[in-house]
């Protein structure tokens, strides 16, 4: 989610950010389905594409995951 939130904030499209970044359309549409899981190395690729830091692109995935395991007892710091 947070993925495809950026890119849309970005004004981009997968194949856009396929381009700007070096990996493939359907290992991006995995990511967006939460099919996969992003290596350290895209999330780098990712940030910089996005005009982004890449903590401030981890962060935002912390935000978004973080209630929700909140309730499970969880925490995640």
Known sequence: MVLRRARHDA???QADLALRTG??????RSLEAGKACPSLDAV??????L???ACDLVAKVE???EPAVA???TPLR
Do not use: D, H, V
Request: hydrophobic share 40%; no cysteine; proline share 0%.
């Open 51 to 53: 005009e982004l830091q």
């Open 11 to 13: 004004g981009l499209t």
């Open 71 to 73: 309730g499970k007892g």
């Open 44 to 49: 780098f690729r990712f940030a910089q594409a």
């Open 23 to 28: 990996l493939t359309s359907r290992y991006i």
């Open 63 to 65: 935000n978004e995951i």
